[in-house]
């Protein structure tokens, strides 16, 4: 009767402590969703142009677990698997996202050019605008009024640890570099997804806990949770 009631009191204190395990995941789930969400919202790149005239862009990281992206970043994530990038349902496979927006101007002379053409011993000469560099290069039509253009931009995305002082933590940062000179990076935003191991995983056990003799060394297949 006595061991009985020692293994009941170790089945309810196994309880409680399994549940008390849910309930501190539980409570740090929707802080971890409150921040993130905050961070979202708080996210704010930097913007400038270098000693070279390049266009350049900086923005901390948003790092969250899986589950938790899939909830903040809903609508990005389903904007993804529309467009048929190779990512799963609610975003598994996914890394991570980084959107840069930039915006281009220039002021351009176009050159009048001569183009020469002999149709059935007929001399016929072809009249249109046009300009070109290494970056754009358009050509204006004006017989039919068609304008032709394209434009041509690098950027470079670096995502690096960023040191914030002494005895501080780094931070993952993302800095993006235009290199044509006419573009300017109006947006910056990114963020990350952590993929931890598994909550609950079966497996095989040795160690020290609660078995039919009380707590006692033990080997065997169990239930690993992991709270952190």
């Given at each position: ?78 904007s993804l698997r529309k467009q ?68 041509t931009d690098s950027l470079s ?72």
């Open positions: 009767m006595r061991n009985q009631l020692i293994k009941i009191q170790w089945v309810v204190i196994a309880a409680l402590l399994i549940l008390g395990i849910f309930k501190v995941h539980a409570l740090k789930r929707d802080r971890d969703l409150s921040q993130t969400a905050l961070a979202k919202e708080q996210q704010s790149a930097t913007f400038w142009k270098d000693e070279t005239g390049k266009a350049r862009a900086e923005v901390t990281a948003v790092k969250t677990e899986k589950q938790i992206a899939k909830e903040v970043y809903e609508s990005e994530i389903d048929n990038i190779g990512i799963g349902r609610n975003g598994k496979g996914l890394n991570s996202v980084t959107n840069v927006t930039t915006e281009t101007r220039d002021s351009v002379i176009l050159k009048t050019v001569y183009d020469t053409l002999v149709v059935n011993n007929t001399i016929k000469v072809n009249e249109t605008l046009q300009y070109s560099d290494k970056w754009t290069q358009f050509r204006y039509d004006p017989k039919t009024n068609g304008l032709n253009y394209s434009y995305i670096v995502n690096f640890d960023k040191k914030q002082g002494f005895l501080k933590p780094r931070v993952t940062t993302v800095q993006v570099v235009s290199h044509n000179p006419n573009s300017t990076i109006t947006g910056l935003t990114q963020f990350e997804v952590e993929h931890k191991p598994k909550r609950m995983q079966f497996g095989l056990q040795a160690g020290y806990g609660i078995t039919n003799n009380g707590l006692s060394p033990y080997a065997g297949v169990g239930l690993t949770i992991r709270i952190w």
